[in-house]
């Protein structure tokens, strides 16, 4: 069984700043990846960044040079720092691990970016 903990959402203002962070347990194999997904009222989930064990990262277009993910494997936590926020960043932030052909999802945090 694998559980993720989503902490760190909230409310700022547009240019603001805030740091995500998700913690999974259970069992976890090394070999996996952890990132970030997103959806906003009446829009489908999307990507918002990812690393894999090694560091490699990805990261959506709409958020490239504004936030930056990264890990710390010995803790099996998963942290998105996210800058020059902007309203449109408004959305539910879902965690997700990925092990092989298995995903796992965290239980969702609202951050709210106000104008």
């Known amino acids: 069984q694998v559980q993720l903990v989503e902490s760190g959402g909230g409310l700022v203002q547009a240019g603001g700043s805030l740091r995500l962070s998700c913690a999974a347990s259970?069992?976890?194999?090394?070999?996996?990846?952890m990132g970030w997904y997103r959806q906003a009222p009446g829009k489908q989930r999307e990507l918002v960044a990812r690393i894999t064990y090694v560091g490699s990262t990805s990261y959506g277009d709409s958020v490239k040079g504004r936030f930056a993910v990264s890990r710390d494997n010995a803790k099996n936590t998963v942290y998105l720092q996210m800058n020059s926020l902007k309203p449109e960043d408004t959305a539910v932030y879902y965690c997700?691990?990925?092990?092989?052909?298995?995903?796992?999802w965290g239980q969702g945090t609202q951050v709210t970016v106000s104008s």
């Open positions: 259970g069992s976890i194999f090394s070999i996996n990846v």
């Open positions: 997700n691990l990925n092990i092989g052909d298995r995903d796992y």
